[in-house]
């Protein structure tokens, strides 16, 4: 199994940012996906996950109405796009499955928000 994230950068506030995971190594299209983030000296947060047809999508309530997870099952991939993006977005991004109760991560993507 292998998570490869990318779309991370710089961006100033009130920015746009779209994130990429591309999944190998499993049937992508059995699985629900998840995107997390964790900032310095704060724990890893859940941000917004899809069941595996997309027909159930949950996001953290901190970024409800700015951020949108979608997933493209003929590409294993799963995307993340960031509007509006605020100061306190600010972290290393993380792509993650859970398969046969064993989770996986990517190795993360970094986004910073800043002027």
């Known amino acids: 199994v292998q998570l490869v994230e990318s779309g991370g950068g710089l961006v100033q506030p009130g920015g746009s940012l779209r994130l990429s995971c591309t999944a190998s190594?499993?049937?992508?299209?059995?699985?629900?996906m998840s995107w997390y983030r964790q900032a310095p000296g704060t724990e890893r947060e859940l941000v917004a996950s899809i069941s595996s047809a997309g027909g159930r999508i949950d996001y953290a309530d901190s970024v409800k109405g700015r951020f949108t997870i979608s997933r493209d099952n003929a590409k294993n991939t799963v995307s993340l796009l960031m509007n509006s993006l605020k100061p306190e977005d600010t972290a290393v991004y993380y792509c993650r499955t859970s398969l046969v109760a064993r989770i996986y991560w990517g190795q993360g993507t970094q986004v910073t928000v800043s002027s």
């Open positions: 190594g499993f049937t992508f299209s059995l699985y629900g």
